[in-house]
């Protein structure tokens, strides 16, 4: 007997896969802002980033550079009541339970994209899509790059939250590629306690020119035992970043 199934897991479904796409055309706007940056030869001097942190001035200089100077790649139609200040924001403060002590915090997010497209899908206003962001210098960074895919996993976000999660990987090390880090991610992910992994990362082209894009699928440790999707961009920044000795 095959099982029942409900409407709902059908609404959840459609629901997802509704997101997906759009998703995966953010992501897809991302790398193109990437190759831009690689177009125009752009560097990014850490002599000259004062007190900002380089995770944070690297950050910035993908935001206000490019992503926000070219959104004309992701939007062919602008939809009116969204402007371009308000549709790609840093350093975002959003609320969330944590599954560790049951008490509400705050939190910053990265990269928070708040996609007219993916509201209107939605019917969901407070609906948004967050990338967050990590420097890889060295092999051992591969811990610290699946820290905020352990944060989500232990948080109820309390609005507009959605099952899928952006991760960036700045790689400024030229000894070290994507197809190298993300075996050691994969191991990182296998040994935590904290996290259920469900598939590690493996390869998902979003772009036809670009080969270090992976997806990997985890289960949230709250009782909802949600699934959720994050998808890697592992970018090779070793001749973007100068002045890289810390």
Do not use: W
């Not at 001035?57 to 939007?75: K, Q, S």
């Not at 609906?127 to 109820?156: L, M, P, V, W």
């Amino acid at each position: 007997v095959l099982p029942m199934i409900s409407n709902a897991d059908n609404f959840k479904k459609n629901r997802n896969r509704v997101i997906e796409s759009h998703v995966r055309k953010i992501m897809r706007y991302v790398i193109d802002c990437y190759h831009l940056i690689l177009k125009d030869g752009k560097k990014y001097d850490y002599a000259t980033r004062g007190k900002i942190k380089q995770e944070d001035f690297l950050r910035n200089g993908l935001v206000d550079d490019y992503m926000r100077e070219n959104i004309n790649l992701l939007n062919d139609s602008p939809i009116n009541e969204y402007s371009i200040e308000n549709f790609i924001n840093k350093e975002s403060a959003e609320s969330y339970y944590d599954a560790k002590d049951g008490l509400m915090h705050d939190d910053k997010i990265d990269i928070k994209i708040d996609y007219p497209y993916l509201k209107l899908d939605l019917e969901d206003k407070l609906t948004h899509f967050a990338i967050e962001c990590k420097r890889i210098k060295t092999n051992t960074d591969s811990i610290a790059y699946i820290g905020d895919t352990i944060k989500f996993s232990q948080r109820s976000y309390v609005k507009g939250r959605i099952p899928y999660e952006g991760q960036i990987g700045f790689i400024e090390n030229p000894k070290i590629s994507h197809s190298s880090i993300f075996p050691i991610i994969n191991k990182k992910l296998k040994s935590n306690k904290n996290l259920t992994t469900i598939k590690d990362l493996q390869s998902e082209i979003l772009a036809p020119n670009f080969e270090g894009s992976y997806r990997s699928l985890h289960q949230k440790s709250n009782e909802t035992k949600d699934k959720f999707s994050v998808f890697h961009l592992l970018f090779d920044y070793s001749k973007i970043v100068l002045n890289n000795y810390d």
